[in-house]
């Protein structure tokens, strides 16, 4: 992958997963041209001023739900990132028909955009809240998957790709439940759900590796998933604060006890590699199926679910993970 000689776009650039993406690769990969896509003109003005003024990269005000500006805005890109979205679940549920237009609509019209300008790859974010979603940011993310992947039929001669990366909870990121904590712990009572709730995790700089790695290894039509621990959410809260009384306010709606990054109904599509899994596509035959031989087709009834993970996360390795976070997020205030 010449990498010197892409140009990159990324919607949401200025979000918890833009930044961090850009940072990579401006650090390691040195694309030709980095392109911050996003709606907020006070976020970008605070990225150029907090140390992102490479001269590689561009700021391009706009939103997603803005067909003709992002058709602008794709010209001459070589790869997408969408990464833009409304993803606070209350938020969404609260204001459904603005999460159905950000969501739905602007990866429509990333798709669409892509296609007009001729984009090589585009790879979308997803979430474990799309597998079997009970809440209406997780139906706007799993309509946005099935657009992302059946667009490829779209497609026709041109070279233009669609995949998606679906993972669990960022620790530390935007709507994350780590600030929370941090903040309660201040006053030594901690809020949880559930005490039987738990949830996949993965670090930002994970979720950023492995957009690359998938946004170079795509072929179109696939999602992917990597292998990643879960956590009781009882266990964080020792983690973060282990003299804070629990108190437990029962479930919220739109949530659930356990994620689920691929279900049974998927299983029969799924290959598993040494550190991810690959959905490929079960509705179309003709694109996406490259993976096969690559990996390991995994049993008809395969669930991975938070609950039933092989790999879990300990207090000892959250702390671990948390309290850089934590310093972080006192450096800010």
């Known amino acids: 992958m010449e990498w010197d000689k892409k140009i990159i ?5 200025t979000g918890s997963f833009g930044k961090k993406f850009i940072e990579v690769m401006l650090k390691e990969y040195h694309p030709a041209k980095l392109i911050v896509f996003s709606r907020d003109e006070q976020k970008q003005h605070e990225m150029q001023i907090g140390g992102f003024d490479h001269p590689s990269l561009r700021y ?16 001459g890109v070589d790869y997408v990132v969408h990464a ?23 990866s429509s019209n990333v798709v669409d955009a892509a296609l007009d300008a001729n984009v090589e790859r585009v790879i979308a974010l997803s979430t474990d809240k799309a597998v079997n979603p009970i809440n209406l940011y997780g139906a706007t993310k799993l309509a946005a998957e099935k657009l992302f992947i059946q667009s490829n039929t779209y497609a026709g001669g041109r070279t233009t790709r669609f995949s998606c990366v679906r993972y669990g909870n960022v620790l530390g990121s935007r709507g994350s439940v780590v600030p929370i ?5 201040q006053n030594g009572v901690i809020t949880i759900t559930d005490k039987r709730m738990t949830r996949f995790w993965i670090s930002l700089e994970q979720g950023v590796r492995f957009v690359i790695r998938c946004l170079a290894e795509m072929s179109g039509g696939e999602v992917f998933v990597p292998k990643i621990p879960s956590m009781k959410m009882v266990d964080l809260a020792h983690a973060i604060a282990p003299d804070a009384k629990l108190e437990y306010i029962g ?21 598993e590699l040494k550190d991810m899994f690959v959905v490929q596509p079960a509705e179309a035959l003709w694109f996406g ?9 995994v049993k008809d009834d395969f669930r991975y679910a938070s609950n039933t993970n ?15 976070i934590e310093l972080g997020l006192f450096e800010k205030e």
């Open 289 to 297: 199926h490259e993976w096969e031989g690559k990996g390991t087709h």
């Open 251 to 271: 479930v919220r709606p739109g949530e659930k006890l356990h994620e689920v990054l691929i279900s049974e109904d998927e299983a029969r599509t799924v290959l």
């Open 181 to 185: 904590f941090l903040r309660q712990k």
């Open 84 to 106: 833009a979205a409304l993803k606070q679940v209350p938020a969404c549920e609260y204001n459904p028909m603005e999460a159905v237009k950000t969501n739905i609509l602007g």
């Open 310 to 324: 092989q790999v879990w996360l300990t207090v000892e390795q959250l702390r671990e993970i948390i309290h850089p």
């Open 60 to 75: 391009f005000i706009g939103d997603v739900r803005d067909a003709a500006r992002l058709r602008r805005a794709f010209e």
């Open 9 to 13: 776009l990324v919607t949401g650039g």
